[in-house]
């Protein structure tokens, strides 16, 4: 028997729950580990460039993503229509920062911040393509896949972060956390949305 709209709700909330608890969790551990290995100068550092990209990301998703999950009905080429619209902002955004990364470096008065920020520039790129496919699974109720997307992508972060701040690469530990989450969570985005763009 099919479930009602209110019990798919329900499970989908438990989901969301158990999810955001674990990631609580995993970045909390995450945290406190690399805290004892790399330095505050480090996550300084990389802290000032995420605030810039923090705020790119909000001009980023521009409400198509709002968009995509209230609209009452969603053809298949207009979903296709959002993910390409979303692609070329992430682009045209990771281009801006990497053009940019010069300018922020001077900025802050630290050269180091210019490879950072042509590095972390590939953030909206990521979330311009992973954008609609999770959009699609939030229309389909399908709450219990974003979880396990979400916590996964957390998990290999924190791996790959650990791994690389065990390896002294400072910094970069954190930026490779960041990416490799984001990487991970828009692969099981797309494989669990099937979502094939035309």
Do not use: C
């Amino acid at each position: 028997m099919k479930p009602t709209l209110a019990q798919s709700a329900a499970r989908g909330l438990i989901w969301s729950i158990g999810g955001q608890g674990a990631i609580v969790v995993t970045q909390t551990i995450t945290i406190a580990v690399l805290a004892r290995i790399i330095s505050p100068k480090d996550f300084g550092l990389v802290a000032m460039v995420m605030a810039m990209v923090n705020v790119g990301e909000v001009l980023r998703d521009f409400g198509l993503t709002s968009a995509a999950i209230q609209a009452p009905t969603l053809s298949r080429d207009e979903r296709s229509n959002l993910f390409w619209v979303n692609l070329l902002i992430g682009s045209t955004l990771a281009l801006l920062f990497w053009i940019s990364a010069g300018a922020i470096a001077d900025f802050y008065s630290n050269p180091q911040l210019a490879s950072v920020t042509r590095v972390l520039a590939l953030t909206f790129l990521i979330n311009g393509i992973a954008t609609q496919p999770r959009a699609n699974l939030i229309r389909d109720l399908r709450s219990k896949h974003l979880a396990i997307a979400d916590v996964a992508g957390v998990i290999v972060g924190m791996a790959a972060g650990i791994a690389i701040a065990l390896m002294d690469y400072g910094y970069w530990a954190i930026v490779g956390m960041q990416l490799s989450r984001l990487g991970v969570m828009t692969l099981l985005a797309i494989a669990f949305s099937r979502f094939v763009p035309s």
